[in-house]
């Protein structure tokens, strides 16, 4: 069975700082591109960047520029979301994704998930 396994998360005060890191199990991340999502809640799961297959080139929301950034470590099997000058809006789960050769946004589309990290961000 494929696993990814997110970890890292945890409790920050506002303006930490927490390295997510997501692991990949059973199947190489070499053709995947990888995505981060997070769920807030009650709120749907939203995603909020990724980075392509070959590492080339990341997308990021909008309201983490500049605060988030993504990489990853294909000798690692491993995925990392940096995050920077963290607001209590940040807080929610996070959930890494892998898609076959392409970064998808869509729930649907994605092959596999995680199980999910939180991180909450106290005033």
């Known amino acids: 069975q494929v696993h990814l396994v997110e ?3 945890g409790l920050v005060q506002a303006g930490g700082s927490l ?5 990949a199990s059973r199947f190489t991340i070499t053709t995947y591109g990888l995505g981060w ?11 909020i960047g990724g980075i ?3 590492g080339g080139s990341t997308v990021l929301l909008e309201s983490v520029k500049g605060r988030f950034t993504i990489s ?10 940096q995050m ?3 607001k209590p809006e940040d807080t929610a789960v996070y959930y890494c994704a892998a898609n076959r050769w392409t970064v998808h946004g869509s729930l649907q589309v994605n092959d596999y998930w995680g199980q999910g990290t939180q991180v909450t961000v106290s005033s």
């Open 84 to 86: 920077n000058s963290l």
């Open 52 to 54: 392509t297959w070959n």
């Open 19 to 23: 390295r997510l890191s997501c692991a």
């Open 37 to 47: 999502f997070r769920q807030a809640p009650g709120k749907e799961r939203e995603f």
């Open 72 to 81: 990853r470590d294909d000798a690692k099997n491993a995925v990392y979301l």
């Open 7 to 9: 970890s890292g998360g």
